[in-house]
């Protein structure tokens, strides 16, 4: 044992039964037929995340949410500012039509609170966004938005 770096080798270098029966080829390398577990590999059914994270990133993703709602809404508002009242009435009339509403227009206008805007048809709308009309449906305010370019 005159050198420890050469001692190293030859001991790695020396093979036993148990390597030598394992061994396969791959593309032109040679390694034994096993394979190491992976350190912190999570078992079947184990928790990943403590609840105090889940929680976290819970509120984390609610907190997008609301962003983007909040950003949509204003780009909502933004754009209907533009709308006159007349395009508002307009529009009523179209969705009236589209969805086969009973009594045409005049209670969809009414239950949006918009019966007043025939005072000011050239007037700029001024009222609110359509996301925030309660009294519309889901279904009506998608075909309002989509009428109104919004």
């Given at each position: ?70 950003s ?10 533009k ?9 009523a ?58």
């Amino acid at each position: 044992m005159g050198n420890p770096v050469q001692d190293l080798l030859d001991k790695l270098s020396k093979k036993t039964p148990e390597t030598d029966s394992k061994k396969t080829t791959v593309s032109g390398k040679t390694g034994t037929g096993t394979k190491a577990k992976a350190a912190g590999q999570a078992k079947a059914g184990a928790q990943t995340a403590s609840p105090d994270v889940s929680k976290r990133k819970a509120e984390f993703q609610q907190q997008l949410a609301d962003q983007k709602k909040n950003s949509l809404l204003a780009a909502q508002k933004e754009a209907i500012a533009k709308k006159t009242n007349q395009d508002i009435i307009n529009a009523a009339y179209k969705v009236a039509d589209e969805l086969k509403l009973p009594g045409g227009p005049w209670p969809l206008l009414r239950a949006a609170g918009w019966g007043h805007l025939t005072d000011n048809r050239g007037g700029l709308y001024k009222g609110p966004a359509i996301d925030e009309i309660d009294a519309l449906t889901p279904e009506q305010k998608t075909a309002l938005k989509r009428i109104l370019g919004l």
